[in-house]
């Protein structure tokens, strides 16, 4: 089976525009996840779809972030207007099931914002 | 505090040899405790998870739980160069579909 696939795997961006990534999970698996890591940091996570619906978005750190998931199929986060520490490797993952036995992640996009 | 602990490592090994790697978590709420490992530029991929204090074995690994401690290890036999990469432990608090990870922890096995 495919695994998750993320798009574009590099961006590099100027600060202030728009960037918009892409996750295509796993197919069947209702449960999406966006993870990030900023510079130095831990992984930490961004929000969590069952389906097309936001489950907990507690992760998101401000409202220049939008994730939707239209049709629950592939989602994507867009960063409006794309600040300078939003540079990192933004992750995402998915399940079949609540994460209980962990999930799939994708290779990641490296955003840099310069 | 951080909700997980690990060093950073860099950690090394001797290939042959049984490398520890360690984690502790602060939040007492903590139902399940998972090891990834990540090559450089690479997805983080799933080793083990575990639940229940004590041992659980999957081949050359092994995780360690002790819930009194608040601590969580993984132990790799027999390490081989292959194994050299990056091992982030992440817990889960009270809800299956959110994880805390650790910073990872480096791991070299010297040939």
């Known amino acids: 089976e495919a695994g998750v696939t993320q798009f574009p795997s590099h961006s590099v961006i100027e600060k202030g525009q728009t960037v918009t990534l892409r996750c295509d999970p796993i197919?069947?698996?209702?449960?999406l996840y966006w993870y990030r890591r900023v510079m130095g940091k831990e992984i930490k996570f961004l929000l969590h779809?069952?389906?097309?619906?936001?489950?907990?978005e507690s992760g998101m750190p401000n409202n220049r972030f939008l994730a939707e998931r239209t049709g629950g199929t592939y989602s994507t986060l867009k960063v409006q207007p794309a600040e300078l520490e939003d540079s990192g490797v933004y992750f995402c993952?998915?399940?079949?099931?609540?994460?209980?036995?962990?999930?799939?992640f994708g290779s990641g996009t490296r955003l840099t914002v310069v | 505090q951080k909700e997980v602990e690990q060093n950073s490592g860099p950690l090394s090994v001797p290939e042959g040899a049984i490398a520890s790697l360690n984690c502790t978590y602060s939040?007492?709420?903590?139902?399940?405790f998972f090891w990834y490992r990540q090559y450089s530029g690479k997805s983080p991929e799933l080793i083990m998870f575990?639940?229940?204090?004590g041992d659980k074995e999957d081949g050359r690994f092994t995780a360690q739980l002790n819930k009194a401690s608040q601590y969580v290890s993984l132990l790799i036999r027999d390490s081989q160069p292959s194994d050299s990469a990056t091992y982030l432990c992440?817990?889960?608090?009270?809800?299956?579909?959110?994880?805390?990870f650790g910073s990872g922890t480096k791991l070299n096995v010297k040939p």
């Open positions: 779809f069952v389906k097309e619906s936001k489950q907990d």
């Open positions: 197919s069947g698996h209702d449960n």
């Open positions: 992440a817990v889960n608090i009270y809800n299956f579909n959110k994880f805390y």
């Open positions: 939040d007492r709420g903590s139902q399940s």
């Open positions: 575990i639940y229940s204090n």
């Open positions: 993952a998915s399940s079949y099931g609540q994460g209980r036995d962990g999930y799939t």
